[in-house]
């Protein structure tokens, strides 16, 4: 089957650094997107991975790592903006269908 | 910037009602998604478009049909409403994807939260 795993809750102080992981079992693999969504907000895009390694947008940066299935997002200098919640999607045609995990909720406390 | 639309935030139906649900985007995109968000759950994909009059089911199509006559507008239709159908449902749009590193994002609407007593 397909599936994609990620912790449901992480919390952590303002200016600290948050890894949220996502393991990943899917029948085709062209990348893995994160999105973030605030309460009673669309989904926004925030990074992609096609290739292995990292890729950095700000404070936020994406990993990934083909051969063990697994990717990380990476919140760095936590604000309390940043709480929300965060979706590892994996991309499995080539045209573009996402598969997404269940979400992280990510709150940050002063 | 991208904006995609849907015809309702908030919308309460009764059991077996036909309920529709509408998205219309404005950035010329191929590809037209609906979701539904349910607690716990993530996003499931309902449908999807890659093109006018061409429709594919996604995970969970069962009680649910599409309609995509313009290019800008994909319609979401409950046939005989049911309160296992009461959830969050999100449209969204996306360039249409070919193999590469491209992230082909999607773009989402703001949502429709459905509520069928």
């Known amino acids: 089957g397909q599936s994609l795993e990620q912790p449901s809750e992480v919390t952590a102080v303002e200016g600290a650094i948050v890894q949220i992981n996502c393991t990943y079992q899917t029948s085709g693999f062209y990348g893995l997107s994160w999105y973030q969504q605030h309460d009673g907000g669309a989904p926004t895009f925030l990074s992609y991975?096609?290739?292995?390694g990292l890729e950095e947008t700000g404070r936020f940066s994406s990993f990934l790592s083909r051969s063990d299935s697994y990717g990380y997002l990476l919140l760095q200098e936590l604000q309390m903006k940043d709480s929300a919640s965060y979706f590892c999607a994996v991309r499995d045609r080539s045209w573009g269908k996402l598969q997404f995990g269940a979400g992280t909720q990510v709150v940050v406390t002063p | 910037d991208v904006k995609v639309t849907q015809s309702s935030r908030y919308l309460v139906k009764r059991t077996g009602e036909k309920v529709f649900l509408e998205c219309v985007q404005d950035?010329?995109?191929?590809?037209m998604f609906w979701y539904r968000q349910d607690p716990g759950l993530g996003l499931r994909l309902i449908y999807f478009s890659y093109d006018v009059k061409m429709k594919e089911k996604g995970d969970i199509p069962e009680g649910y049909s599409v309609s995509r006559e313009k290019k800008e507008r994909f319609s979401l239709i409950l046939e005989s409403a049911s309160t296992n159908q009461t959830s969050m449902y999100l449209c969204?749009?996306?360039?249409?994807?070919?193999?590469?590193?491209?992230?082909?994002?999607?773009?989402f609407g703001p949502g429709t939260r459905l509520t069928v007593t």
């Open positions: 969204a749009s996306s360039v249409p994807g070919t193999s590469g590193g491209l992230p082909y994002e999607q773009y």
């Open positions: 950035m010329d995109h191929e590809n």
């Open positions: 991975n096609g290739l292995d």
